[in-house]
């Protein structure tokens, strides 16, 4: 992990010298990626419907679709360029801040809700900034030594009354929303074995949706329901094992690569598949209108892909569940066999637009892969599967079969070097959260522009240690490697339901920060550098910046305060990993710890 860190400070130092701001103008493109041969069904012609918020911003993604859309208007592209920050309101916590608030009507009042990373706790706010009561939970200290990639927490979930958020250490919690008290708490995870709750909980209907993280300390992936009113565990589902274990039927799945028995068990060695990783660490989408929950699995534990043969199921995949009993609609593993860290927990958008299936429900994922894809949320069909960044470790997609064209030399293999791997173990997407805009008809996805070399490794499993197997160098993405032209290590992509990219925005480190998209034609991120960034929806002009005490590693939401004004929030506190190689020292820090203890809330409106 050090020589990971030292890695991307030394490439993104020398770009910070190269690329100034000036530099960051949209640049409009096609389909960039041409030699890729994809074979899609026909394009969408129309822009997809969308849900999205309103005054209020009651679940981490905005809306329970995972849309990141708000209807908000006030803040417009013609008066962007005059907003202020009315606020910053200090966590004093250390680590990342990877969520995002909560602003909910309480009582007929806004109220503002923060949770921090370890020790996890909650801060209730009213809208001049006040803290009227914090819950402290006694989060165990040996958690932070069990999180593989920092103490982060990516955010609660509100409903009837309470916040609901998991613990680092493996507990979910509900708190009262107006008097801070603890309503029920229970434990899911294991700190022995190296489970961590980092992901943000969804609410679908009276279910309290998670899933455990672990990945890399040799866990085995699950979700579990938890009952809103009373936290007793209603239903399990593992992510790799035997068809009964993952509650699935996997006749139902659309490919015949995802069909047949116990697939989740079969297609590893031996018993490999109960240290097999595929934890679910990050987004839930749900649709009322089908009744599933959606999400993905991350990468196949161990990192060394000699050490378990096979596809791997269920790793790397797509899961569409019943949020009453658990039973799986469907699955689709998207990358088999994954030996380059090409998680797809990242958020698959619901949409409204017609699919084969006839339920006009689609959902949209921008995959660490490199590959966006376009599916029918009721069957797991690929109706579509385009790059959204430079990749090489593929040739395309087949779409018929709903599988990767991979180039055999690119196959990561114990004992040697594989070069040049696109995207890195980074991903052309990592956990910060797309949004989609109806109006436009486009997603807003924070890019990542980096390349790895891999050498898998052996490793030794011990429970509650990391179980990796590998060893990464990360490189840029060269343009041209004679001129040392490279591009951008972060953009802002603008990406449209048909495969292609309107705009991008280039930035000069990658992108850790979700999206924002509102109807007054604006969207919101943030960056590691420090900035605070409002553009275009249409064109990606910039119209807006601000320069903050600390990077972004959180997601911007919006809300109206009880003054009937539009604001709009962001997290900083870039934590232990990116804060060790960007920017320079945050308030009482010292070079050694850049970002380390920047938590903070920092609020935006109109002047």
């Not at 995959?367 to 069957?379: E, I, Q, R, S, V």
């Not at 959260?433 to 070399?453: L, R």
């Not at 891999?454 to 840029?476: E, R």
Request: one cysteine or more.
């Amino acid at each position: 992990m050090n020589c990971l860190i030292q890695t991307l400070q030394h490439w993104i130092s020398r770009a910070l010298y190269r690329i100034s701001r000036a530099d960051k103008q949209p640049l409009v493109t096609g389909l960039f990626l041409a030699l890729f041969s994809i074979t899609f069904y026909p394009v969408v012609e129309a822009a997809p419907l969308g849900a999205a918020t309103g005054n209020e911003w009651t679940t981490p993604l905005g809306t329970l679709q995972g849309t990141r859309y708000s209807n908000l208007a006030q803040i417009t592209s013609s008066n962007a360029n005059h907003l202020v920050e009315e606020r910053v309101i200090k966590t004093e916590t250390k680590g990342g801040h990877e969520g995002q608030p909560l602003v909910v009507n309480v009582g007929g009042k806004m109220r503002m809700f923060v949770v921090t990373p370890w020790p996890n706790r909650l801060m209730a706010l009213d809208m001049t900034g006040k803290t009227l009561w914090t819950y402290t939970p006694n989060s165990s200290e040996y958690a932070q030594g069990q999180a593989c990639c920092d103490v982060v927490n990516r955010g609660a979930s509100y409903a009837a009354g309470k916040v609901v958020y998991s613990r680092l250490d493996g507990v979910v919690i509900a708190v009262n929303a107006s008097t801070g008290t603890l309503v029920w708490q229970t434990r899911i995870g294991s700190l022995k074995t190296g489970e961590t709750l980092t992901g943000a909980p969804i609410i679908a209907g009276s279910k309290v949706i998670v899933g455990n993280a672990g990945g890399e300390m040799g866990v085995r992936g699950w979700v579990q329901a938890l009952d809103l009113t009373t936290g007793k565990p209603v239903w399990k589902a593992y992510n790799t094992g035997p068809d009964a274990e993952v509650k699935i039927n996997a006749a139902n799945n659309f490919y015949a690569k995802d069909k047949g028995p116990d697939l989740g068990s079969s297609t590893w060695p031996g018993t490999a598949w109960k240290q097999g990783g595929s934890t679910t660490w990050a987004w839930f989408t749900y649709d009322p209108d089908l009744k599933l929950v959606f999400y993905g699995t991350a990468n196949p534990g161990v990192w060394n892909p000699d050490m378990r043969p096979g596809p791997n199921k269920w790793s790397a995949s797509i899961f569409a569940r019943n949020p009453d009993t658990g039973v799986a609609k469907w699955a689709n593993q998207l990358t088999p066999h994954d030996g380059w860290d090409y998680d797809a927990m990242n958020e698959s958008i619901v949409v409204t637009t017609p699919v084969p299936s006839g339920k006009n429900k689609a959902l949209v994922h921008f995959n660490k892969n490199g590959f966006a894809y376009m599916l029918d949320a009721w069957t797991g069909q690929v109706v579509q599967a385009t790059p959204f960044v430079h990749i090489t470790w593929a040739s395309g997609f087949n779409v018929a079969q709903g599988a990767p064209d991979v180039i055999p030399e690119m196959a990561a293999h114990e004992g040697v070097t594989t070069n040049n791997i696109c995207p890195s173990p980074l991903g052309g997407k990592e956990f910060a959260p797309a949004s989609y805009s109806p109006q436009t008809g486009m997603f807003y996805v924070p890019g990542i522009n980096f390349c790895s070399n891999l050498h898998p490794i052996k490793a030794n499993y011990i429970a509650g240690t990391p179980y990796m197997g590998a060893d990464t160098q990360f490189s840029p993405d060269w343009l041209d490697p004679a001129a040392g032209t490279m591009r951008p290590f972060g953009e802002l992509i603008a990406w449209k339901p048909d495969g292609s990219i309107a705009w991008t925005v280039p930035e000069t480190v990658p992108l850790f920060s979700g999206t924002l998209a509102t109807a007054g034609n604006v969207v919101f991120y943030g960056t590691l550098d420090r900035k605070f960034h409002v553009v275009d929806a249409t064109t990606g002009a910039p119209l807006w910046t601000k320069d903050l005490e600390c990077g972004v590693m959180g997601n911007p939401i919006t809300y109206m305060g009880d003054d009937g004004k539009q604001r709009v929030a962001v997290y900083t506190g870039i934590g232990w990993l990116p804060g060790g190689f960007v920017g320079g020292p945050c308030p009482g820090e010292n070079d050694a710890n850049k970002g380390y203890e920047s938590g903070a809330v920092h609020i935006f409106k109109l002047m």
